[in-house]
């Protein structure tokens, strides 16, 4: 009998026989399958013992590519998906990277109104542009195929965090489908605690560590990002840590090999657009070659001139090669135009030993630097590096001005439930001479915030009063506008006053690297540039961020075009940054060298106010009508420490003054009797309650509640059925205070049996006064 198969069941029985025929070559390799043959597993065991497991091909099997990552009880899954085709006259590589955060991982239920997520939170933006520059540069360069890479988290513990997980999860889900890349990268966090290096710390050893710092690197120990923070790293740590961190993501690129091997996809050809004819290239080369090393080598230029002269430049070959080649798109005479003006500004950087605007390797631009702008603030300064310009402002408030983080938010952040310091940065499009939309914060401004808070943050005291909010606007950029940040942000600090433990600097550190051969990628030359012009930066291979104290580092950020550069790279251009962050803070010096000493009139005012049990009531007022009042008449907030202080926030002296006279007349110090325990005095009633009668000992005392079990022996629902009237007096005997509520406990029955005792005049009727 003949059997018919469909194609889809020839596609089917191939699967299981490659699946079979790979299981005993895994089982040699060390890969761990189930029993089905389609979910192989790896353990990747680092230097201090900590395990990583990933697995394939149980999950999200219509992907291109799936992988979990698991590290103790969190456990992450990262899909790489790719179009068929890519678009038509995509110019770049549309890579998109999602990272959610899901409280459903952690047991949790979102706190919000519709109880589900929202929008992505910053901490999540953040993370998948980690991902993002971790796997970006090991794409080819011809490929425009639109990516997608979902980041789902399917558990999540207290102990490790999920970034550095996303990260060699999507490094293997890329490695294992068809989608061309050239990796595997792996991807570990780095922790410093006494001198010693930690590898994949948990988050009780950061928050006892002195940096965190992720590292992504590929084969050979070239790394490809860098990500950290630090408290003042000295640069001897921070190079044993980068060096560790990149020797221990060997292991995981070594067993992401071994799957790729086994069970990884045919890649892809990479699809060329057009093929470039190179007697157009040549056409096009010839033509402008000659005017853009003129206008790359002139000195006089500054970005707009630049700008100007090489879109005028552009704008002539275009014409004159389609003139000449009639038949090739406008477009890809430009895109041949780019790719020239990109070889001949990096050909002149080996040649010259100068850069486009005169300066050597290792020069900084001009600086300049102005503290104290604007009276009505606390704090300002401008830092102007060339033509990059950065207006920076302090703002001091209360406690309660912190920004509180939700409870999931709070986990990834290592408890830390408030924020008392945030750094918000700002991109206007005029920075840049041109006509933008203003209006939600983007990705880009997300980073290059949270990059100078990092920076600042090791700075400040950790029992700061005041909630700090920095404001960083970039009025002109051409460049490094974050660690222009950094700086003013450090002058505004000093200027508003805040005691912080040393002024910090940033610099961007660039790359031009000459290779080979373009497919073995092996390194034949490089320049480092220091304090990077915003053309350097986009013509060159590497934007290194650093920043830091004289003393040591608080940050880095280290973003690379090229697929990974060697350790000595990466140690050179930290010593380059080392001393430029030196040179930085002479010239900030001159300026601000400490922080204030002396206040401004501007500046806010906080105080602790004692108050006594007995005078809470006093001071908050019915329904807190007394603290309303404050705050409308003169901006001064209260905010209860505990049951007998008080935090009082002013916005200025003036304001702390004017609120301390409301504060006075409301609790009026009147001289409090001696009552003594047990004595028998006269009490007025001022009210009848359901629950009582209250009663005052003297005029100006606050009245007291005399409860109906103290009225009489007998059982009573109402001060009524005794006859009792407002005005009326009536004895009651003392007997002291309630330790908790401060009340006075006063009792009428007690009084109506028999004597107990021998009687010390203890009818006694108490005056203003006290006597």
Known sequence: MAMIFTRKTLKLLNYRLKCLSLSSSCAKRGIQSSSNGEAPSVEVNFSNGRNMTFSSGRLARFANGTAVCQMGDTAVMVTAVAKAKPNPGQGFMP??????????????IPMNF?????????K?????????????PLFHKDYRTETQLVCNMLAMDAVHSPDVLA???????????????NGPIGAVRVGLCDGEVLINPTRRELQSSQLDLVVSATKQNLVVMLEGKGNVVLQQDLLKAIKQGTREAQFIIHEIERLQKAYGRQKREVEVANQVDPELEQAVRSMCEMRLREIFQDPQHDKISRDNAVNEVRSNVIDKVWSSFPDTEPTQIGELFNHASRSIFRELIFERGLRCDGRDYDQLRNISCQVDMYKPLHGSAIFQRGQTQVFCTVSLDSPESAMKLDSLAALESGGLKAKNFMLHY????????EVGRIGPVGRRELGHGALAERSLLPTLPNDYPFTVRLTSEVLESNGSSSMASVCGGSLALMDAGVPVSAPAAGVAIGLVTKFENEDTKHLQDYRILTDILGIEDYMGDMDMKVAGTRKGF??????????????KVVMESLQKATDAKSKILDIMGEAIREPRKYPKDSWPVSETLTVEPQQRAQLIGPSGLHMKRIYLETGTTLTAVDETHFNVFAPSQSAMDEAKELIEGYMVKERVPDLEFGGIYTAKITELRDTGVMVILYPSMPPALLHNSQLDQRKIGHPSALNLEVGQEIQVKYFGRDPVSGFMRLSRKVLQGPALGITRSLNKSVNENGT
């Open 95 to 108: 890579l998109v990277v999602d990272y959610r955060l899901k409280n459903a991982a952690s047991g949790r």
């Open 114 to 122: 519709m109880r589900r997520e929202l929008g992505p939170s910053e």
């Open 167 to 181: 990260i060699n999860a999507a490094s293997m889900a890329l490695s294992l489908s068809d989608i061309p890349w």
């Open 426 to 433: 700002e991109f206007p499009p005029y920075a840049t001479g």
């Open 554 to 567: 608080t940050a880095i950020q280290a973003d690379l075009k090229i697929p990974g550069i060697p350790l």
């Open 124 to 136: 999540e933006i953040l993370s998948a542009r980690l991902i993002d520059r971790s796997l970006r």
